[in-house]
């Protein structure tokens, strides 16, 4: 499975993905590994949750297809009904698991791998994001993985986390730790 | 850990609880009387022990999927704080600092210039000196006694009283209160941040030669600004000397309670403003939306979380980036409520 699906999948986690992504995971050829994927994720979430994991062994991507054939009409309405459900206070460990699985998950798993990221993450990422965010209290926090950020893109975020763990090294009152951060983050491109 | 000791915490746990808005007031007397520190009065002493104490070692710094050990010298000698650190891994750099000098020696890397970046000052006194309203955003908790790089620790918790705020774990060694390891964790208790000392000598015995810069290549050098002397801003545009000079151009319509504007660092088109709660910080960045396009949303290295968005008013595009000790959903709070003024779009037209 590709970043792109890999990406996909993890923002339909975060109930993120827009439709079109969605129909193209789901018109993948390799079913089986994505609907493994969707399991792992879903039962280290559950896991987190509940202690066990229903997710085992059950077959959705016929019922979202369903769902998806039916509300194309009118997905902003089904988006803002699902925000008003008691997940609001399971977004934070499912941003965690899902953050977490990007980064261990990931092509060159992790913050160093900014120098290659994949172009078609990027430009997946951005036209997204130019449409205006549903923002809102209940709304999860859109997650942005590392990886999918271009060179231009790494670099102008780079910049950010040095002058701000150069605010922390000066003076936060924690010496070494704020030195410590100021060099992770400026050895992380 | 001695019966008497347990006991003494617990009754120290008990009272916190009972009083938490009067910790500082009452519990502390009460814990001196007994001889024995409460979690309060090892925070009163966590900045000052950081400065003052002499010391030799190497540390291990972790988020997310990066760790790194650095070699750090740190002497405190005629009210002077000398201090040199060493990268052990990666590229080859150090940082040297005497008093409010710092000296850098980064090697080349990527694109982006540290000439450019390091230090702006004046941020110590203004985080180091709120160390102690940290009770009142965290709740205070001594965890017992400890081992660290061979010394006896003290635990506290520093529990954030709100969701805006991460929580910690600091291990004070327990003679001189010097910080030797620390977590920073979430609301599930999972680590997001971890420093720790591997090896640590506590000594007065420093020569010189230890804070001598022996690595070649770019060196930065730049001396911290004093603390009560005006910030960068201030000196740069006389007409920012009005009543919020650092908030110049635009304003945060919220922030989690506790923290307060500590400095306007950079210079140029960017204005950033870093807040602290005494013990987390965040800075708020806010500039024209260049030729770079950025998508909206959070990206998270250990505890650190970079939220950015773009910002449209009046057909001028901003790019707005928090980046902080915060999680995630207090720093797109924080992003979303930036408001950018009539000044700031003038100034942005120009550039």
């Known amino acids: 499975m590709d970043d792109r699906l890999r990406e996909t999948l993890s923002a339909m986690m975060d109930d993120e993905a827009d439709e079109l992504s969605v129909r193209r995971l789901l018109s993948q050829e390799e079913q089986v590994e994505v609907r493994a994927q969707w399991q792992r994720w879903q039962s280290v979430h559950d896991l987190m949750h509940r202690g066990s994991s229903p997710a085992d062994g059950i077959d959705i991507s016929a019922s979202v297809r369903e769902v998806l054939d039916g509300r194309t009409r009118q997905p902003e309405p089904a988006l803002s009904q699902r925000r008003n459900t008691p997940v609001r206070w399971q977004w934070p460990a499912v941003a965690m698991v899902t953050a977490s699985l990007l980064v261990g998950f990931g092509a060159g798993a992790g913050w160093d791998s900014g120098n290659n990221p994949p172009n078609g993450l990027a430009s997946a990422s951005v036209p997204e994001a130019a449409v205006n965010e549903l923002s809102g209290e209940a709304s999860p926090v859109r997650e942005l993985a590392l990886q999918g950020l271009d060179e231009q893109q790494w670099e102008h975020m780079s910049r950010y986390l040095l002058e701000h763990a150069q605010h922390n090294s000066v003076g936060a009152g924690q010496g070494s730790v704020g030195y410590a951060r100021l060099v992770s983050a400026s050895g992380a491109y | ?351």
Not at chain 2, 157 to 181: F, I
Not at chain 2, 305 to 316: A, G
């Open chain 2, 1 to 351: 850990m001695k019966k008497a000791e347990y006991s003494g915490l617990r009754l120290t746990r008990a009272w916190l609880r009972m009083s938490l808005a009067f910790i500082l007031a009452i519990g502390a007397p009460a814990a001196a009387a007994s001889g024995k520190k409460t979690a309060a009065e090892w925070l009163e002493q966590l900045g000052p022990a950081l400065n003052m104490t002499s010391y030799r070692g190497v540390f291990v710094y972790a988020r997310g999927a990066n760790v790194h050990s650095m070699q750090i010298a740190h002497r405190y000698r005629n009210g002077i704080v000398e201090e040199r650190l060493v990268m052990q891994d990666g590229g080859s750099g150090e940082f040297v600092r005497r008093g409010m000098k710092v000296v850098c020696v980064l090697p080349e890397r990527g694109k982006v210039h540290l000439d450019q970046i390091i230090p702006s000052g004046p941020f110590a006194e203004a985080f180091s000196s709120q160390l102690v309203p940290v009770s009142r955003w965290y709740s205070a908790e001594l965890k017992g006694d400890d081992r660290v790089a061979g010394y006896d620790v003290v635990t506290v918790a520093l529990t954030a009283r709100d969701p805006h705020r991460y929580s910690h774990r600091l291990w004070l060694e327990k003679n001189t209160g010097l910080l030797v390891k620390s977590h920073v964790r979430n609301a599930n208790d999972e680590v997001l941040e971890h420093f720790q000392f591997t090896s640590l000598e506590i000594t007065n015995d420093l020569p010189d030669s230890e804070f001598e810069i022996r690595t070649e290549g770019h060196e930065i050098s730049r001396t911290l600004k004093a603390a009560g002397k005006l910030p960068l801003k201030q000196v740069q545009s006389p007409e920012a000397l009005t009543e919020k000079p650092r908030m110049h151009g635009w304003k945060l319509g919220w922030r989690p309670q506790g923290f307060e504007p500590a400095a306007a660092p950079g210079a140029g088109k960017s204005q950033a403003v870093a807040f602290s709660d005494g013990l987390a910080a965040f800075s708020v960045f806010v500039e024209p939306a260049g030729r770079v396009s950025m998508p909206t949303g959070a990206s998270r290295i250990g505890a650190t979380t970079v939220y950015m968005r773009q910002l449209e008013s009046e057909d001028k595009v901003f790019l707005v980036t928090v980046v902080g000790e915060l999680p995630p959903a207090s720093a797109r709070r924080v992003a979303e409520s930036v408001q950018v003024g009539e000044a700031f779009m003038v100034g942005a037209g120009e550039q």
